[in-house]
């Protein structure tokens, strides 16, 4: 339970010692001090909150007298840590031992904290401080990786030091790390690499700041709602509050997911759905904010650390440590599921453009009539649909799934330690035990990255319990309840997947928990989570009208199951196109310059698409996945989790979806393990058996409306 600041009164001549070693440092005292002693103090107190064991003060730790001393104390920090990694080296043998390896940070618990506002919060006091540290961290990052010492305790440690399962795994899994960087290479090579690593860091710090930059620059405002007339009620009073905070009497809209789906969905001009297409593929890739060349950079530098390596290509080297053997099987994957997907996908066209009387049909139109033709034809309301899902009910839902599967219960913390006051904190319990702390951030501002994505802010360790939080941007109403797409229930449910592989792992050890797993196994426990959002059973469950109570017609819930993957096909078809060029940027060497790579691009997309794309199409400028993410050459980690979870789903259908001998069947043999085995492994201890794409394709296929 995080404790409440103590009040702690100031008198003359009190003893500074004794408020340093204190549990609790006041901070008001702290404002009287000079600026030296009131540096020193508020240090302490961070040092504090990173090494509490309760929930940490995260009003003080993002405030602007912590971003003051921030760059200090991390400059510090960084100096004790190389400090202590050089007495480290000069161990002997007989004193190396498993601790020294997997020792607390405080270094690298800061910055991520740090990091973490960067994404929730952007400001130029954030970037000011990543921009001064990130290279010596990296720097500092290159030592270690190339320690030639460390490589050789390591290998001691394997073969001489007392190690459990756990221990072995984790050891194995940095020697392996250090064999791939081939750690025998030439100093001047090693030296290549680490200045490529160096340039790689800054490039895609940089590629972010221009993605976010760039759609804060957009902004559209349509002075009447002649266009709007087909909008829910909801969106409609979200475009206008947020055109009254921009001091307009106007519908305003922005670049947020929220914006853009609205307008492609219920706004009645083509003209305007066909801006908006168009600015989307076109954020950060022109004047000020343009990563095109910054994208060149990286795929170069990628290139040549790949070829440094001894690797063909980038690809090649991204896969080393994923399930995918090589980049060849995974384009042979998608190559065959993309030709399915788009002979499927024009029947989809085809059917709107007959149902509408349309001779031709552009991209910029595809979610406007797909929308009507479900209202018109098979009697599916979105805009009806999204009035059941409110946020606090969904949430509720998501919880009382949650604990259905796994005894897993949520209970709201009170605390004033929040860094924004709509974020909210829980307690996780399992089996009456407390096992995280979950920090829900679900709403829209404008300073926040784009996108949801889940995170564990603080690790988990022997004697502490994880902060595992889920980001996202659903815009909060001001007017009333706050209504849900069923996009965004399905990634509220995503997310929290991929929160519960963080809490449910049995290992102590933060190595071993999600992010160690193989990375295209890594979306399984999210894109499984989803599954439960469509089935009857947790869709009358999540629905509740916000205004009359009454749950999920059977009318209109037989409606949504008729049509439950409705534009499957094509969204699968963009899915592959992504998975496909990501692959051919870190597997062809051939861009000459921007305009190279802008036609390579397009040739490609142009390619897979069914629809010619407008020569302005530069999506790839803000594909922040591949160029400042952890999915380079793995994108198509989202398909080849998709098939997988189309085999673990089979198997709660083939029971109960609420199956208690499934869900523990699961929980035991993949959340639980984490990265203790191979993706493999832990796969065919659930299903007895190797990964068959017979039931992604049945699941597709037969659910496809067909005309």
Sequence with gaps: MAKELEKVDWVENWDNSKLVNSSVINTDVIQILDSKEKNNMLKQKVLQELNTKDFPNLKFLFSDEVLDIAEELLLELLEKEKQQFENDLKLKDKDINFDIFVRKSDLYAFWYYLSHLSWVNDSDKIREIKDAVLPKLVDFSNEISYSKRNFEMLKYCLSNCNLDEEQKKIIEDEIKDYEIRWIALEKDKQEQLKKISLELSELSKDFSKNVLDSEKEFEYFLESDEYLKEFPESDLANAKALAEKKWKKWYAFDSSFWSYLAIMKYCSNSDVRKHFYIEWTKFASSWEFDNREIVLKIIKLKD?????????????????????????????????????????????????????????????????????????????????????????????????????????????????????????????YKDWKLI?????????????????????????????????????????????????????????????????????????????????????????????????????????????????????????????????????????????????TDMMFYSWTEFKDVEDLDKKYLDKVNELSLFKQPESNKRYASFSHIFAGWYSAGYYSYMWADIIVEEIWSEFKKNWIFDKQTAKKFEEKILWAGSIKKASEMFKDFMGREVQIDAFLKAKWLNLKKT
């Design 304 to 428: 040549q650390k790949a070829k440094l390596l001894w690797y063909k290509n980038f690809a090649e080297l991204s896969l080393e440590k994923k399930m995918a053997n090589s980049p060849e099987e995974v384009m042979d994957l998608l190559g065959n599921i993309s030709k399915k997907a788009k002979n499927k996908a024009k029947i989809e066209v085809e059917e709107l453009k007959n149902y509408f009387d349309l001779e031709e049909i552009n991209p910029w139109d595809i979610s406007y009539y797909s929308r009507k033709i479900k209202q018109e034809k098979y009697d599916l309301d979105e805009r009806k649909m999204k009035s059941y899902f409110e946020f606090e009910n969904t949430k509720k839902a998501l919880f009382d799934t949650i604990k259905k599967l796994y005894n897993v219960e949520m209970k709201p913390l009170e605390t004033d330690w929040k860094y924004d006051k709509d974020v909210e904190v829980y307690e996780v």
């Design 436 to 580: 995280s702390y979950f920090i829900w951030d679900y709403f829209y501002n404008e300073n926040k990255k784009s996108g949801a994505w889940a995170n564990d802010l603080r690790s988990k360790s022997e004697d502490r319990i994880p902060v595992v939080i889920n980001v996202m941007g659903v815009v909060k109403s001001k007017e009333s309840e706050t209504l849900m797409t069923l996009w965004e229930v399905e990634t509220m449910f995503h997310e929290f997947g991929h929160a519960l592989h963080v809490m449910l792992s049995k290992s102590k050890y933060s190595e071993l928990s999600w992010f160690g797993v193989e990375w295209d196994f890594v979306e399984l426990p999210s894109q499984l989570m989803e599954k439960w959002v469509s089935d009857e059973l947790t869709i009358k469950n999540i629905s509740k009208h916000y205004k009359t109570g009454e749950v999920l017609s059977d009318d209109l819930f037989e409606a949504y199951k008729k049509l439950e993957h409705f534009w499957t096909w094509n969204h699968t078809l963009w899915q592959n196109i992504y998975a496909i």
